[in-house]
Antibody, heavy 116, light 114 residues
Framework: EVQLVESGGGLVQPGRSLRLSCAAS????????MHWVRQVPGKGLQWVSG????????TYADSVKGRFTISRDNAKNSLYLQMNSLRVEDTALYYCTKDLEGPSYWGQGTLVNVSS | DVVMTQSPLSLPVTLGQPASISCTSS???????????LNWFQHRPGQSPRRLIY???NRDSGVPDRFSGSGSGTDFTLKISRVEAEDVGVYYC???????????FGGGTKVEIK
């Protein structure tokens, strides 16, 4: 069974940091690019960041560039998102998702609430 | 950057009637390998997004055949032949042709029952 399980969300003050993790199982994690996608409450889905299978290409949405860092550990079948200098507007449900090539897999999401 | 524009924003539909959602990209989504990486997702409240259609017109496993996708280049359409109650949710077109640098989601179309 394919699973993507996000963790690490929570309530944090503006300017602070959080690190999200995504544990993958049931598919060849090390062969696919992975992405983080978020949904701000009441708004649509927004792509946040992506990383190729070998970490050779890493890209970010303009809204998080310079503050967020995506990484992966293929030996641990895990994807990460280090979020620094968090802003109120980063409040969202963060999903980990496999690249769109082939079957599509999504986690259940982890909620990040940035508030003072 | 690629911009994906969906219409309408909201789509009230009578049960059993057809529905159609339009998606336009600011750049051609035809990739050099001959494929067009345009996907359609359904997002129901309280659930994770679910892909319905990949590469313009291919249904994912388990997706009812009342869902169909069409289009080419920059203009794409998702059609539901007969809307059922379980189809309520927000639908997104998503391009993967221009990744890297990134995936691009349309703004979403909310399908609701009249």
């Amino acid at each position: 069974e394919v699973q993507l399980v996000e963790s690490g969300g929570g309530l944090v003050q503006p300017g602070r940091s959080l690190r999200l993790s995504c544990a993958a199982s049931g598919f060849a994690f090390d062969k696919y690019a992975m992405h983080w996608v978020r949904q701000v409450p009441g708004k649509g889905l927004q792509w946040v960041s992506g990383i190729t299978w070998n970490s050779g290409s890493i890209t970010y949405a303009d809204s998080v560039k310079g503050r967020f860092t995506i990484s992966r550990d293929n030996a641990k079948n895990s994807l990460y998102l280090q979020m620094n200098s968090l802003r109120v507007e980063d409040t969202a449900l963060y999903y980990c998702t496999k690249d769109l090539e082939g079957p599509s897999y999504w986690g259940q999401g982890t909620l990040v609430n940035v508030s003072s | 950057d690629v911009v994906m524009t969906q219409s309408p924003l909201s789509l009230p539909v009578t049960l059993g009637q057809p529905a159609s959602i339009s998606c336009t990209s600011s750049q051609s989504l035809l990739y050099s390998d001959g494929n067009t990486y345009l996907n359609w997702f359904q997002h129901r409240p309280g659930q994770s997004p679910r892909r319905l259609i990949y590469k313009v017109s291919n249904r994912d496993s388990g997706v009812p055949d009342r869902f169909s996708g069409s289009g080419s280049g920059t203009d794409f359409t998702l059609k539901i032949s007969r809307v059922e109650a379980e189809d309520v949710g927000v639908y997104y077109c998503v391009q993967g042709t221009h990744w890297p640098p990134g995936l691009t989601f349309g703004g979403g179309t909310k399908v609701e029952i009249k």
